[in-house]
């Protein structure tokens, strides 16, 4: 069976020991979008292609990353992977 992108992000994620992913992870994000077999684009396209699956998945939470650049304050959205106790829970 096809496993989904959020699917192949966790597997990744557990790999790799991460808890968090955002914008500011290409590498990571990159490596999910080759594994997801996702067409050639854009790294920025792919990167919020992938971002966009995980919001709609029951295996991530959604948070935000806050920066100031030159003076902005900056939202960038991050999703934590969470635990199969946390999952069950969400997906009732």
């Excluded at 699917?7 to 992870?25: E, P, Y």
Aim: hydrophobic letters at 35%.
């Amino acid at each position: 069976m096809k496993k989904t992108i959020a699917q192949n992000m966790a597997d990744l994620m557990k790999k790799k020991k991460v808890r968090i992913v955002w914008l500011g992870d290409p590498d990571l994000v990159g490596e999910c979008a080759k594994i997801s077999n996702m067409k050639k684009d854009h790294p920025l396209k792919l990167i919020y292609r992938v971002l966009n699956a995980l919001d709609k998945s029951p295996l991530f939470s959604k948070g935000y990353i806050y920066s100031d650049h030159e003076g902005r304050n900056i939202k960038y959205r991050s999703f934590k992977l969470l635990n199969n106790e946390t999952i069950e829970k969400r997906c009732e």
